[in-house]
């Protein structure tokens, strides 16, 4: 348990990292594709264990993702594959460090805390001609009732900021993308995630969206969301 002098200089950390962020995320447009996890992960919300293996899919890039992780330094890295039928064919490739910054027990069956999730993400096409790169910090708040280690749920909302490059679809409207283009560029954007975690002993279920209420339009909608399924070990 981090204390709460070492827990406050990471909430200053994230809320100047954040706000400048979300500030040009007007200005920058779309998050960047190249994130098809929507939600944090489990150790930030306090659910760890020595490892894990996970596998998950997105609403946006028709894809699948598989994951897994091991503990370090009390945290969790891990590292993950996904593959999408988007634009011909997708392939992603991501690697990220989780972990509890702060957790309190408010009574027997209910706790909650804060943690950091940072990952980094690379997406490109089969044919090399669309590619994506970002990296993304996100400090997750969580509420859990129940016990993580047997059955729980943890709803949770945090705010992000990520620093990308990539290539992005621009001219799509609710009437499809019969006019769109592909425009490349360095991109900064922020917005806040929200969802839960549901655990049954060695099982858990992770489903959350990420997004600005209303932004981050160039690429896709207000919202992206995805949904895995691990098991702990």
Known sequence: ?????????????????????????????APNPAF?????????????????LSYGVDDKDRG?????????LGGVLRASY??????????????GYARPLYQQNLAPWMSWGAGVDVLAASQHSQSRLYENQAVRL??????????????????????YAEVANGQYLRGCNTNGCANSFLASGNTI???????????AWRLGLTVGAAGV???L?????????????????
């Open 1 to 29: 348990m981090m204390n709460a002098r070492a827990f406050s200089t990471a909430l200053l950390v994230i809320s100047v990292c954040a706000l400048p962020a979300a500030a040009q995320v007007a200005q920058t447009g």
């Open 36 to 52: 098809w996890e929507s939600t944090p992960d489990a150790a930030a919300l306090g659910s760890a264990g020595r490892g894990f």
């Open 64 to 72: 699948w993702m598989v994951a897994a992780g091991m503990r370090v």
């Open 82 to 95: 996904g593959k999408g039928s988007y634009v011909g064919g997708l392939n992603d490739y991501a690697i």
């Open 138 to 159: 996100m400090v997750p708040f969580s509420v859990r009732l129940g016990s993580p280690t047997a059955f729980s749920i943890a709803p949770y909302v945090g705010p």
């Open 189 to 199: 954007s922020g917005g806040v995630a929200f969802g839960a975690e549901v655990t």
């Open 213 to 215: 209420p209303a932004g």
């Open 217 to 233: 339009r160039a690429f896709r909608p207000d919202w992206k969301a995805s949904a895995a399924v691990r098991i702990r070990f």
